[in-house]
C-alpha cells in the first residue's frame, strides 16, 4: 500500500504590516478505512499557538491568532499518509430497487444536507441535460459516473477564470474552471437526480501519470450509493476516487471545507501562494 509524503505550504504576503490575525484552517486527514495518518505537523509563522475542534460534519478544525504586525503568514502542513485500496461497489441490485431506496435514505436526518440544490438561472437548462443522462431506468452508479463523464467532457480544465465565490450560473455559462468547479457543478446535477452527495476536499498524488489537480488541494464528489455508502469520484480526471486520493474534509460545498480563511486588520491588498 502506497505511502505518500505530503507538504502543504500556503504564504500570504501582505504589502504593509497587519495586526489581529485570526484564522480557521482545515488541513488535517483523517484516519478512516482507506487512509491512514502515520504522521502530521502544522507549523505556522509568525508562531502561533493553534486551538482545534471538531466541527458539525467531524472535521478537524484548527483556529490561531497572531496580534502582533507581521508582513506575511505562512502556513505549513507535512504529513506522512498510508492509503488503502478503496473497493468498487458492485451493481447487481435492480435500479427499482436502489432508487427505492435513495427515496427512502433522502429523507433521514444524516442526508437532509446533501439532498438539497440551489435555485438559479441555468436550473432549468441542466435538469434538461441530467434528463436523458441520469434517468431511473438506470442503476443509481450508472447514474453518478453518467454524470460525472458529461462534467468531465463539457467542462474545460482551465485555472484563473474562477475563483472560490464562482456560481453555477457562471460555471454553467463558462463551461470552463478546476476542481472545485468541476466538483461543484457534479453536486448539483447529483443532487437535482435525488443522489445525496457531499463535497471532498484533499490532495490527488503523483504517480506515473499525471492527473488534474496535482500540486495544490484537490477537490471531488462523495455520492450514496445503496447497500454501499458514499463513493468517492473525481469528475476533474472522471475516475473513481482510488489510493491516490487522500481526504482531508467533507461538507456541502467548498466553503464547508476551506482550508484557510481568516481576517485581520490592515491592507485588503495581499499575495497568495500555494504549493502541495
Keep these: 500500500m502506497p505511502i505518500y509524503h505530503v507538504k502543504h505550504t500556503t504564504k500570504y504576503i501582505y504589502p504593509s504590516a497587519v495586526i489581529d490575525s485570526a484564522n ?18 502544522i507549523r505556522i509563522k509568525p508562531s502561533a499557538i493553534v486551538d482545534s475542534y471538531f466541527d458539525y460534519f467531524g472535521n478537524k478544525v484548527g483556529v490561531f491568532t497572531i ?14 499518509v498510508e492509503t488503502k485500496p478503496v473497493p468498487v461497489p458492485s451493481d447487481f441490485w435492480s435500479a427499482k430497487s436502489q432508487w427505492e431506496n435513495i427515496d427512502k435514505t433522502s429523507l433521514e436526518v ?3 444536507d446533501f439532498v438539497k440544490f ?9 435538469r434538461s441535460v441530467i434528463a436523458p443522462i441520469a434517468n431511473r431506468e438506470k442503476t443509481v452508479l450508472q447514474c ?11 467542462i474545460t480544465y482551465q485555472q484563473g477564470v474562477t475563483d472560490v465565490e464562482t456560481d453555477i450560473d457562471k460555471i454553467w455559462e463558462l463551461k470552463a474552471g478546476v476542481c472545485q468547479d468541476f466538483a461543484h457543478l457534479l453536486l448539483e446535477m447529483l443532487r437535482i437526480s435525488a443522489i445525496p452527495a457531499r463535497y ?14 496535482i500540486g495544490a488541494t484537490h477537490a471531488w464528489v462523495e455520492a450514496y450509493i445503496p447497500d454501499y455508502g458514499w463513493l468517492g469520484i473525481d469528475p476533474t480526471n472522471n475516475c473513481l476516487v482510488s489510493d491516490r486520493h487522500i481526504r482531508i474534509a467533507f461538507g456541502r460545498n467548498f466553503n464547508d471545507c ?5 481576517t485581520y486588520k490592515g491592507s485588503s491588498a495581499h499575495t497568495l501562494s500555494v504549493a502541495v
Excluded at 486527514?29 to 502530521?40: F, L, V
Excluded at 471532498?200 to 489537480?213: A, D, K
Design 144 to 154: 453518478v459516473q453518467s454524470l460525472s463523464a458529461y462534467v468531465y467532457e463539457q
Design 24 to 41: 480557521q484552517i482545515i488541513l488535517s486527514p483523517p484516519s478512516d478505512n482507506y487512509q491512514e495518518i502515520i504522521s502530521h505537523e
Design 110 to 112: 444524516d442526508f437532509l
Design 200 to 213: 471532498i476536499s484533499g490532495y490527488i498524488c503523483p504517480m506515473g501519470n499525471e492527473l488534474r489537480g
Design 118 to 126: 440551489g435555485s438559479y438561472q441555468s436550473l432549468k437548462e441542466i
Design 258 to 262: 476551506t482550508p484557510v480563511k481568516g
Design 67 to 80: 496580534v502582533e504586525p507581521h508582513t506575511d503568514l505562512v502556513i505549513v502542513v507535512d504529513a506522512e
